[in-house]
């Protein structure tokens, strides 16, 4: 889990032109970008979980207020939505058994923020939660089964974040979006071991003195590469055929054995 | 995989890494016993693995799949000795077909019901502490025997019970046996079920209950247990691989190489020792195993919530 990998570093498609025509403007001309210069990461088997680095660029910036640190921005990467199922164990007859769950769906499979500054210094709670930025802003959604009571729905609600930041499906990382230049910023974001293929999203949201601005995003897809992956994929496309050939080396494995140790 | 570190596996359908070498030693330890003392090994294999953190719906499907390679080789050699009864068999193949089919069902239910790490668990804990115990009561009684003085004899079995009055009989040759096939497709049934969800051969069920309810003779049993246990094992690996994808290809080499290997040594070793000391060791054994499943169901949890992608719901049904 905590073997150290090279960090992926994914540059920003900047064209130097941009940086030509910032100029001082009035009102909300600020316009935050991220780039990636490649737009799919291949994971191999061995992946322990990286750090992800996005560079990104504030244009257009008020010197003033930027010199006094308060333009705030905050970078996610969220993976594919999925649903999912959370249970609660509950003792019967002394055995610990999954009794009340709540199915919740649409449910981003991984999350991992990256920001200037602790959410509560950059905007009010009330913003994050329009933004559903953050993993408890998050918009958990039930699914509705006609049995679970409110209560129990906000319950298991909240279980939602914690068991995914206890997975390291979610984290988050308060100051690890720094400004580089008065223009250049570098998000770190983590990678977990566990982070699940598909599409991912990145977006970043430009905040100033606590009022939210704009937000840019682009995707990421992430596939996994290696034979260990093939079989995965086989198991999952194939399965009819995986399961014959699973058969068929069983029956060679226990044919060798007696051919190799019928001699002596 | 690099070469630094060969240790580590990464298995691709349970999704962790694992160290070779346990996973080796592990199969050889089983297939060691399973030499030694006949058995298929499967019931010892799927809590191994689950106290080995493999998600038990993969230790299942696995084990079904390990089984297969042992029991081919041991089917083989009772074929070639004659001591199989293939239409006995075959009969008993037709009961564990419908009985795995009907498993698989209700494996796929538990699953997405979330139960089915519980249940796996109270049919092994259950199943491990009734053949346990009745082995080691089986062979303390043989040592106190022998320490008496007594020959060993087996208690011949009775002439006729209930199951001789069924109908629908048939004839079995190679077995000397007239008796009603209902309760050799019940049998199978029963044996395919338990083969799908707890990823076991059935062989310590299925030998007792061949020679006490359907009075095979004893030389044929083993070699015909075998045989039903290779096409249902394999049926079952076929089916959780396209139900469940549960099937690990590379654990399931891992094991069944180690397997393969400590099985012959097994054999060697266990003709030279004496039957009921060996007897009473792995009824212990089994006994330590269930005793260890049977804590886990009472001891509080880390974290009584867990969460986990909910399976597509089936609507094909």
Redesign the interface.
């Given at each position: 889990m905590n073997a150290p990998a090279a960090a992926l570093i994914l540059f920003i498609a900047l064209t130097a032109g941009q940086y030509a025509r910032a100029q001082q403007l009035p009102g909300n001309k600020e316009t935050v970008e991220i780039g990636l210069s490649t737009d799919t990461i291949a994971i191999t088997s061995g992946f322990r979980g990286t750090d992800l680095t996005v560079f990104g660029a504030l244009d257009n910036a008020d010197p003033l207020i930027q010199r006094q640190g308060r333009y705030d921005i905050v970078v996610i990467l969220q993976g594919p939505e999925r649903d999912f199922v959370v249970r609660r164990k509950d003792r019967f007859f002394g055995i610990w058994v999954n009794a009340e769950s709540v199915s919740f769906q649409h449910i981003p499979a991984s999350y991992s923020l990256a920001s200037t500054r602790n959410l509560q210094d950059i905007a009010t709670p009330k913003i994050f939660g329009q933004l559903s930025l953050g993993v408890n802003n998050i918009f958990y959604e039930p699914i509705p089964d006609g049995f679970g009571s409110s209560e129990s729905l906000k319950e298991f609600t909240k279980e939602v974040p914690r068991l995914k930041l206890k997975q390291r499906l979610y984290n988050q990382r308060p100051g690890d979006v720094q400004f580089l230049s008065s223009t250049l910023f570098r998000a770190t974001l983590s990678l977990p071991a566990n982070v699940p293929v598909g599409k991912h999203i990145a977006r970043a949201y430009l905040f100033r003195n606590g009022e939210f601005l704009r937000e840019s995003s682009t995707s990421l897809n992430i596939v996994k590469a290696g034979l260990e992956f093939r079989i995965y994929r086989a198991a999952n496309q194939y399965s009819l055929l995986y399961g014959l050939f699973a058969v068929f080396l069983a029956v060679v494995t226990g044919w060798m054995g007696r051919l190799v140790f019928r001699k002596d | 995989?690099?070469l630094g570190?060969a240790l580590g596996i990464?298995?691709?359908?349970a999704?962790i890494s694992v160290n070779v070498f346990v996973l080796f030693f592990m199969g050889a330890a089983v297939g060691f016993l399973s030499g030694m003392f006949g058995v298929g090994g499967g019931f010892l294999i799927t809590p191994l693995l689950i106290f080995y953190n493999i998600p038990p719906a993969v230790a299942v499907a696995t084990g079904a799949?390990?089984v297969?390679?042992?029991?081919?080789?041991g089917a083989?050699?009772h074929f070639k000795r004659g001591t199989l009864d293939v239409k006995l068999g075959s009969l008993l193949v037709v009961g564990g077909i419908a009985g795995a089919a009907v498993g698989i069902y209700v494996f796929v239910l538990l699953r997405e019901?979330?139960?089915l790490d519980?249940i796996v668990s109270l049919l092994y804990v259950v199943f491990l502490s009734t053949v346990g115990g009745l082995m080691l009561y089986e062979s303390l009684q043989a040592m106190r025997r022998t320490r008496a003085g007594q020959l060993s004899n087996l208690k011949k079995p009775g002439q006729h019970n209930w199951v001789h009055r069924l109908p629908f009989k048939m004839r079995f040759r190679a077995s000397k046996i007239y008796v009603s096939i209902i309760p050799v497709l019940v049998l199978g049934g029963a044996i395919g079920f338990l083969s799908s969800i707890m990823g076991v051969g059935g062989g310590f069920i299925m030998v007792p209950a061949m020679i006490y309810l359907l009075k095979v003779p004893t030389n044929v049993v083993i070699g015909t247990s075998l045989y039903q246990i290779v096409f249902v094992t394999?049926f079952t690996?076929?089916?959780?691989?396209?139900t469940n994808?549960s099937?690990d290809?590379?654990l399931?080499?891992l094991l069944?190489?180690g397997g393969?290997?400590g099985?012959?040594y097994g054999a060697r070793i266990g003709q030279k020792l004496r039957g009921e000391q060996l007897r009473a060791l792995l009824a212990m054994l089994v006994l330590a195993v269930g005793l260890r499943l049977a804590i886990e169901?009472?001891?509080?949890?880390d974290?009584?919530?867990?969460?986990?992608?909910?399976l597509a719901t089936r609507v094909a049904q």
């Open positions: - | 995989m690099g570190f990464y298995l691709p359908i999704e799949n390990q297969i390679a042992s029991s081919f080789s083989l050699t019901l979330g139960q519980l394999a690996t076929v089916m959780q691989a396209t994808q099937v290809i590379v399931a080499m069944m190489t393969v290997i099985a012959q169901l009472f001891v509080t949890p974290d009584v919530y867990s969460i986990s992608i909910a």
